[in-house]
């Protein structure tokens, strides 16, 4: 069951940007894990906004140190799909809100369109070399997924949500997320940031799985 609201039941919280490299490794697992959660517990996703808009071309010393990112997940996480002809044929932009904006426009004709969203910008952005900070290719993904492209393209640049993206990303900043993924345990004892495994998704179930166990005696 996947829910964005608040809720007194065991809600797992994914906070996430669409165009994190680590996010884009940790994808396999993660699905995994969400497909072994117990039926009663919500997913809850969250929008984290790794980098604010710009226009300018992103710092060589930036374009390094992102190309060494994907090297080491690539190391780090085997199977890992990077295209570094994205580096050649793109202009690349520090700059992720597009691609936020893009899945909550997603969000705002089906909820479903959420996570489909955010996963077709990965596949552009470290798969197919497209750029998910342009405008084009997200109205592109939209339509790729069947989803209304005049009305996705409106919201894309509407108030509602570039106001909902804010929300998310200060109500990550409250939260205290350290980076991105990162998982979010609420709803069984006091919050619990639960330890990302790229690899392993029991050794997160069985943390969630030992909060709930230790939440079991009603000390609350």
Known sequence: MHGRGRSAVPT????????????WGFSPCLDRLLASLPQKMQVRRL???????????????TRAYVQGQWRRIQREVPGTRFNFDFWKGCAP???????????????????VFDPLMTRAIQRAYYVEARNP??????????????LDTTAFEHALTS???DAALMAEIAETRALGARGFPSLLLTGIGDPRWISIDYLDEQTMLAEITDAGRGDAGGSR
Request: with cysteine; glycine share 8%.
């Open 93 to 111: 932009r520090r700059s992720t809100w597009p691609a936020c904006r893009a899945v909550i426009a997603a969000r705002f004709q089906d909820e």
């Open 133 to 146: 900070s342009d405008t084009g290719t997200l109205i592109e993904l939209a339509g790729e997924l069947g």
């Open 159 to 161: 108030e509602a949500v």
């Open 12 to 23: 797992l919280t994914y906070i996430h940007d669409p165009m994190c490299s680590w996010c």
């Open 47 to 61: 929008l984290g906004g790794l980098a604010p808009d710009s226009d300018e071309p992103m710092p060589e010393a």
